[in-house]
């Protein structure tokens, strides 16, 4: 992170600042931009500081990846959101799994988890424990169906962790 011309934060939902390592809403605010200061600017997106400096000896602070955007959420019927900090994390333990992945929610809330096996290789056993870690994470209150898929369809470039109702069709 350049830190002389951009700060950047990760808070909690509550605005509270998050120490270093821990997953929340990114904010900025813009040093170098006189004419139009951004301070404290939500940019939407889920991501973490590294506590751990570069390897390369520069002592400037260290993002993550972002992992989502706070908007990207599956609802259960009794009202719990699950954020994309931890849908963005389902395959974390399991990095040579899955090349990518996409979640699908009904408005019967029902879920279609599709993936792309990493190398053609099968990967049923750990899709199986992602599809009970997200169901236990639901309160077993959605329906979750995984669907192997050849390729994932990127959106104006981009490829979004959820769709939401007819964006969702799981076929």
């Not at 120490?19 to 040093?31: A, C, F, Q, R, Y």
């Not at 609802?75 to 699908?104: E, H």
Request: charged share 25%; proline share 6%; aromatic share 8%.
């Amino acid at each position: 992170i350049m830190e002389d011309v951009v700060y950047i934060e990760v808070l909690d939902e509550r605005n509270a600042p998050l120490p270093e390592g821990s997953w929340g809403k990114i904010v900025i605010t813009d040093l170098h931009n006189r004419a139009f200061p951004l301070i404290r600017y939500e940019i939407g997106d889920y991501g973490r500081l590294l506590p751990e400096r570069c390897a390369c000896g520069v002592g400037l602070k260290r993002m993550d990846a972002v992992k989502g955007r706070r908007t990207d959420v599956i609802r259960t019927p009794s009202g719990k959101a699950i954020y994309a900090d931890f849908l963005a994390a389902l395959f974390d333990q399991y990095p040579n799994a899955v090349k990518s992945y996409q979640l699908g929610q009904q408005e019967d809330y029902s879920v279609a988890l599709r993936y792309v096996p990493m190398n053609g290789k099968s990967v049923l056993p750990v899709v199986n424990a992602v599809v009970q870690n997200l169901a236990a994470e639901a309160n077993h209150e959605i329906s979750i169906q995984a669907l192997e898929v050849r390729s994932i369809e990127a959106v104006n470039g981009k490829t979004p962790l959820i769709l939401q109702d007819d964006q969702a069709n799981p076929v």
